[in-house]
């Protein structure tokens, strides 16, 4: 009982220190695309955190696999999990608040039960668990509500982040296959890494012409250190250790970060409506991942007559 007992502390404390790193990451997002196209600012954010990755690994004295079958795995879970979602997200932003791009990638939890019906039997929330998943997302549909933010334009920006969400659910669930073979921190390098090379590119092109602010720079930095290097660390660990399920858990938290984050350094609003739906998710997220269970009740014993 002890033991279960500090695992899911452990847990829950490794969850809400990623969701402080991640929910901040939206804060800088919008504060970096406000000057800085998308695609430039994810390139600039996967080049600085996959260089200090390598080179961390290099240092500690770890080598990076060189079997090309490893390496083509490598694409694909840097394309599902790094690529297409940090720059969906960015994208978003561009037409969203920050709160609201967190709120709309909470919806992973979901992509991740639904493909798990189909690919990982182990990952598939039933029972009391599936409640609480359930209820986190009535609490993300309460802080949507019915009137999008900004019209189509942020209908548009909503969907690609909720379209980065299925492709962080299913980067996750190909992550935990990988985790088998690989160390974590090799594969958070090898990916972020992967999205640099891809993602360089075109990040020059989008390139802005004049020399942005201290803010956007420092947002850019802030993104590579702390939502990417630390963050991607700390999430690999979850998966590594609870399962895709249980990770994934984190975006319910980000709601709430994201929106701290938002209304202190960028002054958006929190609506009743956001209340109510942050304590929704609050209440779905322990039940989700197991920290809150209903007692089990005793079978009655049974005497001879």
């Known amino acids: 009982?002890?033991?279960?007992?500090?695992?899911?502390?452990?847990?829950?404390?490794?969850?809400l220190a990623l969701s402080s790193l991640w929910g901040a990451s939206y804060t800088f997002i919008k504060i970096g695309v406000e000057t800085i196209p998308p695609v430039t600012l994810i390139a600039a954010r996967t080049l600085i955190?996959?260089?200090?990755?390598?080179?961390?690994?290099?240092?500690r004295g770890l080598k990076l696999p060189a079997s090309k079958g490893i390496w083509a795995r490598f694409l694909v879970?840097?394309?599902?999990?790094s690529v297409v979602p940090f720059t969906l997200i960015a994208w978003g932003e561009t037409r969203i608040d920050s709160g609201v791009a967190a709120i709309g990638n909470a919806s992973m939890p979901l992509f991740v039960a639904l493909l798990a019906l189909r690919f990982v039997r182990s990952e598939r929330a039933t029972g009391f668990r599936l409640f609480g998943l359930l209820l986190g997302l009535v609490g993300v549909g309460v802080l949507v509500g019915v009137n999008p933010q900004g019209g189509w334009s942020g209908v548009v920006g909503t969907l690609a982040v909720?379209?980065?969400?299925?492709?962080?659910?299913?980067?996750?669930?190909y992550t935990q296959t990988l985790l088998t073979d690989v160390r974590n921190d090799v594969l958070v390098a090898a990916s972020i890494a992967w999205g640099a090379i891809w993602l360089t590119p075109f990040g020059v092109l989008q390139?802005?012409?004049?020399?942005?602010?201290?803010?956007?720079?420092?947002?850019v930095l802030a993104l590579a250190l702390?939502?990417?290097?630390?963050?991607?660390?700390?999430?690999?660990?979850?998966?590594?250790?609870?399962?895709?399920?249980?990770a994934s858990l984190v975006v319910y938290l980000l709601p709430v970060t994201a929106l701290f984050y938002g209304a202190l350094l960028l002054g958006e609003p929190i609506s009743a409506s956001a209340i109510l739906g942050l304590v929704l998710i609050l209440t779905g997220t322990p039940i989700a991942s197991g920290v809150l269970r209903f007692p089990r009740r005793r079978a009655a014993v049974v005497t001879a007559p």
């Open 162 to 173: 909720i379209l980065a969400s299925l492709s962080y659910a299913a980067g996750s669930l």
């Open 226 to 246: 702390l939502g990417t290097v630390a963050g991607q660390l700390l999430y690999f660990r979850l998966i590594y250790r609870y399962g895709s399920s249980r």
């Open 1 to 15: 009982m002890m033991a279960r007992t500090t695992r899911m502390t452990t847990e829950l404390a490794l969850l």
């Open 49 to 59: 955190a996959g260089t200090i990755l390598v080179a961390t690994l290099r240092l």
């Open 207 to 219: 390139a802005p012409t004049s020399f942005p602010g201290w803010a956007p720079i420092a947002a």
């Open 77 to 81: 879970q840097a394309c599902l999990n």
